[in-house]
C-alpha cells in the first residue's frame, strides 16, 4: 500500500564498512547509499544511491567497478564519480572544493585518513576524512541518516589542521550526489517571485547544466533550494524511483545539476560562491550546511511525504543533535514541543496595515476570538516612528502615541480572551530615517564610498559583526519580556546589496555573506533558549525565505503576501512539495482579495487555507454576523481536522496545473481519519470529472461521512471517490471520513 508503507517497513540505518574493498554502505529505511575508495587511500567514489542493496551486491559492484579501475591504470574523469571532488585534477564538472594554498597550489590530491561512526539516538553518523597529501588541509564528509527514513543528511567540515598560512577556499560546496541511470530525466523545482512564490516547474533535464541559485544574501522567492530527478514518463503520484534534494541553508545557495558526457547526472550544492571568497586560517574548521538527499520508489508523493516526515521529526520537532553543520542547531532549541498542529492564528496587517492603534487591536481581537482564533499577532506599524514604510525599522519600542503605556495592555487584552499574543518584527533591518541608524550608520552593509541601494527604503543590518548581533538579540529579547509576547512574524523585506564591512577591508570581509546568516540562526536560537514558550514565524516579503534551515528554527513560514485563494492553490502546492504543510500559513482574507480584486465565497477561502496552517487576514470590523457565524463553523471544522493536516501522511490526488482541479489527501498516522481538500477554479462543462477516487486505503476498513454519515468502504473511496459539487467557478469542498472500526 502506497504512502501508508513507506513508513512501516522501519529499518534502523545502520553503516556497513568493508575493510577489504573499502567500501562504506549506509542502510537507510528502504534505501541504501554506498561509496568506494578505488585503491587504498584513494578518495571514495559514489557506487548507488538508490533501493536497498545488500552489502554483498555492493561488493560485487565494487569489485567490478574496481577492476575497470585498475585495468585502465588511470582515472578516466568521464567515468569517476567522486565523492568530493575538488578543482585542479581530471574531473571537469562542478567541483565540491576549489581551493588554493599559501605557495599558489591549485589543486588539492586527497587520501582517506580515516573514518567513523557513531550513533546518536535514532541517527547515524558516518565521518569520513580525507586529508591532503602533503597541505594542512582536511575534509570530514559528514552523512547522517534516521531509522525509518530515507534522508540522508550530508555536510563537509573543512579543517586547516596548521602549519602554513591560510588556504583560500573559492568555493566549498555541502555536498555531491549522483543520480545513477542515463536515460533521458525530468527534474522539479520550485520558481516563482514577490506573490507568487513556489511555483513548480517541471522539464526534461537538457545536456548541459542547470543552475538553481540566490545570489541575494537569502533563500529568496525565484528558486527555492529543493529538486526532483527521475526518469521521465516512468513515475507517477504514488510509483516510481524519485531522487530529491534539499538544502538547509537561508542565504546565498546554489544547487547545480549537470550531465557528465557518460550520462550521469551529477548535482553539486550548498553555499554560493558568489562574491565570497573564503580563508581558512589556520587550526580553524569551516562547517558548511546541510544539503539533504531522499530517494523514494514511491513516486512524486512518496517522495513529498518523505520529506514531510523528515522535517516533523527531525528538523521541526526538538532534536537533541551532536552535528556540528551551522545550518542545524547542535542543541535543542525547542524546548521539547512536539511538532503538532499550529494555533488557528489572526494577523491584522491586511486590515490595518501600518495605521494600528490600541483600541481597534482589541476590537479585531475581540472578533477573531469570537470567531475561534487561538493567537492574535499585531503586525507592522506599532513601534516608534512607523508611519509606513519610510521609517521607524531599528526603533523597536512600541509608538508612544499609538500605544502609550507599551504593548502590555494589548497583550492582557489578548490573553484575557483566550489567545496568545503575537508581534511582527523585522529585526535585520534598519530605516535611514531611524534613530538606530543615525546613532551607528556603520553597522549596516556598506562601502565607504558607495552609495547604499535602499529596497522598501531601509538597509541591512550587518549580523556578522558581533556587536550588530549582540545588539539585535537584546532589542528582540526586550521586545519579548516587556510585551508579555508569545510569537514573533520575524520578516526579512529586502535582499543583501553592497556588503561591504569596512572595519574587515583586507581581513576577508567577504565571508560577511557567511556571517551574517549564521549569525541570525545563533540569534534565533539564544532567543528561542532564552523565551522557550515564544513561536516563530519566517517571513521574507512573503516566502521569501522557506528553507530547511529557518524550519530548524521556526514553527511556520509565511507563504505568500498574495492571499487570493485561487493563486493560493498552485503556490501550496508547490509549498508542500518541499516543505511539510504543518509549517505553511494560510490566511482567509476579504472578498474582493485587496491584491487581485478577485471574489471568492467565504468556504471557498476557508476550505484552500485548511490546507496546511490556518490562519485570517481579513479585516474583522468590516465583516456582518452571518459572515463571523459562517467563518466559527469553518474554524470549528478545522480544528477537528487539523492533526491529520498537520502530521498526516498527503496524497496529492490532482494538481491544479494539470487540469485545474487540485485536490489532496490527508490520512491520518493511524489512519483514523481522511480528509480531502478540493478546489478549482474556471471549470468547463462535461470538461471535468464528477468525482474524485482517494488513494492509499485498506480496502476493507470503512468510513463514516462526517458530514452525511453515510458508512462507506475504503473500496468503495478508492474507486467511486468523493462527489465534486456541482457550481461550476470557484468551487471547493471539504470531506471527513472516519475510520469505523469493526464495521461490516
Ligand atoms: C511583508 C509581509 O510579507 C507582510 O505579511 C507584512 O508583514 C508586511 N511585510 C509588513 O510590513
Redesign the pocket.
Known sequence: MTGVSARSKVRPSAVHYDARERLWAIDLASSTYAFVSPEDGAPPRNLHWGAAAPVDALLRAARSSGDLYRARRVTHADDETPEYGVAGDLHFEEPGLVAEYPDGTRAVQWHVSGHEVVREGDAVLLTVRLADDRHPLVAHLCYRAFDGHDVLERWVELEHTGGEGPVVVRAARSAEWWIPGTGRRTVRYLHGGWGRETQLVENVLAPGKLVLESRRGLTGHHLNPWFTVSATGAVTEESGAVWSGELAWSGSWKIVLESTPAGRLHVVGGWNEFDAPLLLAPGARLGLPVFAGSWSSEGFGGSRRGWHAYQREHVLASEQRSGRSPSFPSRPVRGGRPVGPRPVLY?S??AT??AVDLDQQLRLAERAARVGAEMFVL???WFAGRRD?TAGLGDWTPDPGKFPKGLGPLADGVHSLGMRFGV?M?PEMVNPDSSLYREHPDWVFHFEDRRGSTW?NQLVLNLARPDVADWLFQAVDTVLSDGDVDFV?W?M?RALSETGWPEEVGRNPERAWMEHVEALYRILERLRRAHPEVAFES????G?RADLGMLARVEQV?T??DTDAWDRVAIQEGFAEAYAPVAMMNWVTDSPNPLTGRRLPLSYRFHVAMGGSLGI?ADLEAWGEDEIAEASHHVAVYKQIRRTVAVGSHHRLERSSDGGISATQYVAPDRSEVVVIAAWGVRRFAAHPSRIPLVALAPDEHYEDADTGELRSGADLMAIGVDLPGSLDYGSLCARFRRVPGAP
Open positions: 494577523n496587517w491586511e496595515e501600518f503586525d507592522d506599524g514604510d511582527w523585522e522598501r512574524k520578516d523585506n517571513c521574507a516579503s512573503g521569501g509565511w505568500s503576501d487576514g
